[in-house]
């Protein structure tokens, strides 16, 4: 199936209309650095770290973390590569780590909590993505935050880090991007304050889903009960692209969602112009986005919303169906 799309691979995410898609896709090991390459990505939109965490029987020292993080910006070869900073939590448990016994570890002590609540860690894998950019471009993105007061805390850290390398002389990265996930509900609602300082934002589906439907992503009985494409959750979805173009604020979509092509199509009409997804969904994505007119895909979109159709999709495959 990847030779079928292997024609695009040089090819621009452009929509019949002429906006152009720029797709990313998302990583977390070494293995998946060859992808780079070979999937026509344009650059990293998720580079998952805990999976390195995750791999390993105890807690990687910080050279060795920089020395792992600059093999990856090293073979971006100046493509953007966005870090998350450990999204671990008592159901991603490193054996290294107390475990904590929460009753919904889901919505308990994780990922960017964990990370203020305890630094030391938070603040070892920052220096370590610090150093490994020496000179040149490094983005940063933190997991999970629920409000501004954390994305602040989060930004406190990496400001101090900077800092303090700076003083001890280190080269610095040549520019820094520092963003955060919009993967809590109570996010899309935050201050225009908060759209305009944060450099950009990325919204991970996965959880934004699962807390917006209350439906856990890793329960099967209700895990595929609620769609991306249901009228409310896109609702939600267009008040996020509204609020980051007041803001001019630079906005993706990370979840899984992204590398479905009916779901890409319906991103892209709604206004997100970066998608980042796994490397084998970019060809599927590209061939389809590049078949559609997303202006007339907003226009079935937007009337299903105005008719009531709980969701979009019937409406929209009838549509795809339709085009040549
Ligand atoms: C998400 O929640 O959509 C996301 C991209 O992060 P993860 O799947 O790693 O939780
Ligand atoms: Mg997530």
Same mark, same amino acid.
């Given at each position: 199936? /990847? ?10 995410? /452009? ?8 797709? =990313? ?35 990687? &020292? ?5 020395? *792992? ?7 971006? &070869? ?8 450990? $999204?671990?939590?008592?159901? &991603? ?7 904590? $016994? ?22 070892? /894998? ?10 040149? =471009? ?29 003083? *001890?002389? =280190? ?7 520092v963003g955060a996930m919009l993967e809590t509900p109570s996010l899309a609602f935050a201050s225009y304050a908060f759209f305009r300082e944060v450099d950009f934002l990325s919204v991970g589906g996965n959880d934004l889903k699962q807390f917006f439907f209350a439906a856990d992503r890793e329960n099967e009985k209700v895990r595929r009960r609620y769609d991306m494409l249901e009228s409310s959750f896109l609702e939600l979805l267009s008040g996020i692209v509204g609020r980051c173009a007041s803001a001019g604020t630079p906005l993706s979509f990370c979840g899984e969602d992204a590398g479905r092509p009916v779901e890409a ?9 970066? *998608? ?11 061939? *389809? ?5 997303? /202006?007339?895909?907003? &226009?079935?979109? $937007? ?22």
């Amino acid at each position: 199936a /990847q030779e079928r799309y292997a024609g695009l691979r040089d090819l621009p995410a /452009q929509a019949l209309c002429g906006t152009v898609i720029s797709l =990313h896709m998302n990583a977390g090991l070494m293995a998946d650095l060859p992808s780079l390459p070979s999937s026509g990505a344009e650059g990293v939109g998720l580079f998952r770290t805990e999976l390195q965490f995750l791999v390993r029987n105890q807690m990687p &020292k910080r050279a060795e973390l920089s020395a *792992l993080y600059a093999r990856v910006v090293d073979a971006a &070869k100046g493509k953007r590569v966005a870090f998350r900073t450990l $999204d671990i939590g008592s159901d &991603k448990v490193l054996s290294y780590m107390k475990p904590q $016994d929460e009753p919904n570890p889901a919505m308990g002590w994780r990922a960017i909590r964990l990370g203020l609540d305890k630094p030391g860690v938070l603040r070892m /894998q920052i220096q370590a993505l610090i150093r490994a950019a020496s000179g040149r =471009h490094l983005t940063v993105m933190f997991p999970f935050i629920a409000n501004p007061g954390e994305f602040r805390l989060a930004r406190a850290e990496f400001n101090k880090a900077m800092e303090r390398e700076r003083i *001890l002389g =280190h080269p610095l990265p040549s520019e820094v991007e520092v963003g955060a996930m919009l993967e809590t509900p109570s996010l899309a609602f935050a201050s225009y304050a908060f759209f305009r300082e944060v450099d950009f934002l990325s919204v991970g589906g996965n959880d934004l889903k699962q807390f917006f439907f209350a439906a856990d992503r890793e329960n099967e009985k209700v895990r595929r009960r609620y769609d991306m494409l249901e009228s409310s959750f896109l609702e939600l979805l267009s008040g996020i692209v509204g609020r980051c173009a007041s803001a001019g604020t630079p906005l993706s979509f990370c979840g899984e969602d992204a590398g479905r092509p009916v779901e890409a199509v319906a991103l892209a009409a709604m206004g997100f112009r970066t *998608l980042s997804m796994r490397p084998a969904s970019i060809g599927p994505v590209k061939s *389809l986005i590049r078949r559609v007119n997303l /202006q007339e895909a907003r &226009k079935v979109i $937007d009337d299903a919303r105005i008719r009531g159709d709980e969701s979009v999709r019937p409406a929209l495959t009838d549509w795809l169906a339709r085009q040549p």
